[in-house]
C-alpha cells in the first residue's frame, strides 16, 4: 500500500482585527473629507433656489408696477392682505388670486364665503415665498389668531432703513406706517380691489419706481427673513398670504411681511422688537436681498450700518460704492 502524504488543510482567508479597524478608520476619515464637501454642494444649490425665488418676487413686483404704475401697499391695516396678496396673479399663482376676498367684510372665524377664503389664503402654501434653506415646519400646527396651519414666509419686503417699530409711528418711533423705504403700511381703509385704491382717499397710493429718487439698482426692495423657534422669540411670526395680526389694536404686527434695514442681519440675543423686524438667513456669512432694479445680491451679515441704512431708502440722495455690498 502506497505512503500517503497529508496535504496540509488551506488556511482561511479573511480580515484580521487589526486589517478591520484599519478599514473603519479610512472609511470614516473618507466619510468626514466628503461630507463637509457634499453639504456644500447642497447649499449652493439652495442658495441658487433662494436667489431665483426672490428673481420671481421681482418679476411679480416689476409687472404689477408697469400694471397699476405703482408698487403694491407692503401691508393693508384694516384688512389683513398684503405685497404678497397683490402679487399672486403676477407669479403664476392666479388660482389664489382669485379667491382673494377684496373689497369683502370678514375674517377667519364663521362661516360665510369670505371667511373661507381668508383661512384657505393663510392655509396654502406658495413655495415661491419659501427659502429652501430655511428649516422648520412649512405651516405652524398650533392655531395662531384663529387661524391653525398658518403658512410661514422667508421674504419680507423692505419698509426703509429707518424704521423701528413694528407698529404704526409715535412720537418717538417710526413704524412702518412712515418708512423710507418701498414698501408703506396703511392706516384702515376699504381696499376695493388689487390697486390698492382707498374709498374716498385717492392719496393713498402705494410708490411708483419714479419716487425710487437712489436709483433702483441702490434701493432694496425685498430680504430674507429667519423663521425663529417660538420659544426663543415668541414674536417672530413671518406669515404669507393673510395677516389678521395686522390690524390687532390698529396695527402691531406688520413684520409678518414687512421687514427694516435700520438694525444688522442674523441678530443674536434676547429677542426684542429689533428681531421681528430685521433680516436674516440661513445662508453661512450672509443673505440675499432684491433690489428695485428686479437684480439679487448676496450682502455680507457685517454690513456696516451707513450702507445698509443707504439701500433700505428709496429717495436720501446717497451714492452707493456697488463693492459695498
Given at each position: 500500500?502506497?505512503?500517503?502524504?497529508?496535504?496540509?488543510?488551506?488556511?482561511?482567508?479573511?480580515?484580521?482585527?487589526?486589517?478591520?479597524?484599519?478599514?473603519?478608520?479610512?472609511?470614516?476619515?473618507?466619510?468626514?473629507?466628503?461630507?463637509?464637501?457634499?453639504?456644500?454642494?447642497?447649499?449652493?444649490?439652495?442658495?441658487?433656489?433662494?436667489?431665483?425665488?426672490?428673481?420671481?418676487?421681482?418679476?411679480?413686483?416689476?409687472?404689477?408696477?408697469?400694471?397699476?404704475?405703482?408698487?403694491p401697499w407692503?401691508?393693508?391695516?384694516?384688512?389683513?392682505?398684503?405685497?404678497?396678496?397683490?402679487?399672486l396673479g403676477?407669479?403664476?399663482?392666479?388660482?389664489?388670486?382669485?379667491?382673494?376676498?377684496?373689497?369683502?367684510?370678514?375674517?377667519?372665524?364663521?362661516?360665510?364665503?369670505?371667511?373661507?377664503?381668508?383661512?384657505?389664503?393663510?392655509?396654502?402654501?406658495?413655495?415661491?415665498?419659501?427659502?429652501?434653506?430655511?428649516?422648520?415646519?412649512?405651516?405652524?400646527?398650533?392655531?395662531?389668531?384663529?387661524?391653525?396651519?398658518?403658512?410661514?414666509?422667508?421674504?419680507?419686503?423692505?419698509?426703509?432703513?429707518?424704521?423701528?417699530?413694528?407698529?404704526?409711528?409715535?412720537?418717538t418711533t417710526?413704524?412702518?406706517?412712515?418708512?423710507?423705504?418701498?414698501?408703506?403700511?396703511?392706516?384702515?381703509?376699504?381696499?376695493?380691489?388689487?390697486?390698492?385704491?382707498?374709498?374716498?382717499?385717492?392719496?393713498?397710493?402705494?410708490?411708483?419706481?419714479?419716487?425710487?429718487?437712489?436709483?433702483?439698482?441702490?434701493?432694496?426692495?425685498?430680504?430674507?427673513?429667519?423663521?425663529?423657534?417660538?420659544?426663543?422669540?415668541?414674536?417672530?411670526?413671518?406669515?404669507?398670504?393673510?395677516?389678521?395680526?395686522?390690524?390687532?389694536?390698529?396695527?402691531?404686527?406688520?413684520?409678518?411681511?414687512?421687514?427694516?434695514?435700520?438694525?444688522?442681519?442674523?441678530?443674536?440675543?434676547?429677542?426684542?422688537?429689533?428681531?421681528?423686524?430685521?433680516?436674516?438667513?440661513?445662508?453661512?456669512?450672509?443673505?440675499?436681498?432684491?433690489?428695485?432694479?428686479?437684480?439679487?445680491?448676496?450682502?455680507?451679515?457685517?454690513?456696516?450700518?451707513?450702507?445698509?441704512?443707504?439701500?433700505?431708502?428709496?429717495?436720501?440722495?446717497?451714492?452707493?460704492?456697488?463693492?459695498?455690498?
Open positions: 500500500m502506497p505512503l500517503t502524504i497529508p496535504t496540509p488543510k488551506s488556511e482561511r482567508s479573511g480580515f484580521t482585527l487589526v486589517e478591520l479597524l484599519v478599514v473603519i478608520a479610512i472609511i470614516g476619515v473618507m466619510v468626514g473629507l466628503l461630507l463637509p464637501a457634499v453639504q456644500a454642494a447642497r447649499e449652493a444649490a439652495r442658495r441658487v433656489h433662494c436667489s431665483n425665488n426672490l428673481k420671481q418676487i421681482g418679476l411679480g413686483l416689476h409687472n404689477y408696477e408697469s400694471t397699476y404704475r405703482r408698487i407692503g401691508a393693508k391695516g384694516g384688512w389683513g392682505l398684503s405685497w404678497t396678496t397683490d402679487i403676477f407669479i403664476e399663482q392666479t388660482a389664489l388670486a382669485d379667491i382673494v376676498p377684496y373689497g369683502e367684510p370678514g375674517g377667519p372665524t364663521g362661516g360665510l364665503p369670505e371667511s373661507q377664503r381668508f383661512r384657505q389664503l393663510a392655509q396654502t402654501p406658495v413655495m415661491t415665498f419659501r427659502c429652501p434653506s430655511q428649516y422648520g415646519p412649512i405651516a405652524f400646527g398650533e392655531s395662531i389668531d384663529q387661524i391653525p396651519g398658518r403658512v410661514l414666509n422667508s421674504y419680507l419686503g423692505i419698509g426703509g432703513g429707518n424704521v423701528d417699530s413694528d407698529n404704526y409711528s409715535t412720537s417710526t413704524g412702518f406706517d412712515r418708512g423710507d423705504g418701498v414698501f408703506l403700511a396703511t392706516d384702515f381703509c376699504h381696499i376695493v380691489n388689487a390697486t390698492d385704491r382707498c374709498d374716498n382717499v385717492p392719496e393713498q397710493r402705494g410708490k411708483a419706481f419714479a419716487d425710487i429718487l437712489d436709483g433702483l439698482s441702490n434701493t432694496a426692495m425685498v430680504g430674507e427673513t429667519r423663521y425663529i423657534e417660538f420659544d426663543e422669540c415668541g414674536i417672530c411670526d413671518h406669515f404669507s398670504l393673510y395677516h389678521p395680526d395686522i390690524d390687532v389694536g390698529n396695527g402691531q404686527d406688520f413684520s409678518e411681511v414687512l421687514g427694516s434695514l435700520r438694525y444688522g442681519f442674523n441678530l443674536k440675543g434676547a429677542p426684542s422688537a429689533r428681531d421681528e423686524i430685521s433680516l436674516g438667513s440661513y445662508h453661512p456669512g450672509g443673505l440675499h436681498i432684491l433690489m428695485c432694479d428686479g437684480s439679487v445680491r448676496f450682502v455680507n451679515e457685517a454690513m456696516n450700518d451707513e450702507v445698509r441704512h443707504a439701500i433700505g431708502s428709496r429717495a436720501q440722495h446717497e451714492v452707493i460704492d456697488a463693492s459695498q455690498f
